[in-house]
C-alpha cells in the first residue's frame, strides 16, 4: 500500500510535535492514498516550486 503526504518541509522522521493542533481530525501527521491529493494539499501551502511529497509503502502481513 503505498501512501502520501504532501508537505513543504524535508524531513527525515515523523514528528507530531511540528503538527497543528487544530486539524479536522486533531493534531497528526496525515497521509492520503492517491497522490493527486497529497500534491492539492501541498500546493495550498507552498508555491509549486517548493512543494514535497513523501510516499511511503506498508506491507501488511499475517
Do not use: W
Amino acid at each position: 500500500m503505498k501512501l502520501f503526504h504532501g508537505t513543504n518541509i524535508d524531513f527525515d522522521n515523523i514528528d507530531l510535535k511540528m503538527s497543528k493542533p487544530n486539524k479536522d481530525f486533531g493534531q497528526g501527521f496525515y497521509l492520503s492514498d492517491t497522490r493527486q491529493q497529497a500534491e492539492e494539499l501541498a500546493m495550498a501551502r507552498v508555491e509549486l516550486r517548493n512543494r514535497l511529497i513523501v510516499c511511503y509503502n506498508y506491507e501488511f502481513t499475517n
